[in-house]
């Protein structure tokens, strides 16, 4: 079972997003047969297996293994994730674009920044499990707390300095073999954490 899996497909998405569908594919996070989830989700066992033959129709659900149980055969299924990002691809003809209006003061460009990050690790992830190796990446996350808005401004002054002259003194245009890579620093006001 993967960690996270991206969903690029809009049929994929659809099929996630029902609120059934939802909460077997959290239900099976742990395998677990049709009539083992019509008792946990309170739903007869044939519409569970509707559901459940569907989502792995789409790869959301997998075989886990199959039980003999008298004369008949059991289906044990599992989630192929423990969690699913739905990738700005599943809407592609109208996925947000930072290209459009590069404002890194604006929220909403912030946003479009994201949702290519997602699209982008998505398709590296495809990309590499299809040929069977693993992506190189690296993230910084953490919170600071500013006392004023003068101190949050002159941070982000200070932070595309030293991000600008990183790049700057990394980036190489001229050597045979170089991979290009994207740099993303955000910053944002944090979502407070329910207790």
Same mark, same amino acid.
């Given at each position: 079972?993967?960690?996270?899996? *991206? =969903?690029?497909?809009? @049929?994929? /998405?659809? &099929?996630?997003? +029902? !609120?059934? #569908? ?62 699913? *990002? =739905?990738?700005?691809? @599943?809407? /592609?003809? &109208?996925?947000? +674009? !930072?290209? #459009? ?77 170089? #991979? ?16």
């Amino acid at each position: 079972m993967l960690e996270v899996a *991206v =969903i690029e497909d809009a @049929a994929t /998405a659809e &099929v996630s997003l +029902d !609120p059934v #569908r939802a909460r077997l594919l959290a239900e099976l996070a742990e395998p677990s047969s049709a009539t083992m989830l019509a008792a946990k989700v309170g739903l007869p066992r044939q519409k569970v297996n509707y559901h459940l033959r569907t989502l792995e129709q789409y790869g959301l659900v997998e075989l886990a293994e199959e039980r003999r149980k008298g004369n008949m055969t059991e289906r044990v299924m599992r989630a192929t994730a423990a969690s699913y *990002v =739905i990738s700005p691809m @599943a809407l /592609a003809a &109208v996925q947000p +674009d !930072p290209e #459009r209006s590069p404002d890194r003061l604006s929220a909403r460009w912030l946003l479009a920044v994201a949702a290519r990050l997602v699209r982008d690790v998505g398709n590296l992830l495809t990309g590499a499990a299809t040929a069977g190796k693993r992506v190189a990446t690296f993230a910084v996350d953490g919170e600071v707390r500013f006392a004023t808005a003068r101190d949050r401004a002159a941070f982000a002054e200070e932070l595309a300095v030293a991000v600008t002259g990183l790049v700057a003194k990394y980036h190489d245009e001229t050597t045979a073999g170089g #991979r290009a890579h994207r740099v993303v620093v955000a910053v944002h006001p944090s979502i407070p954490k329910e207790s």
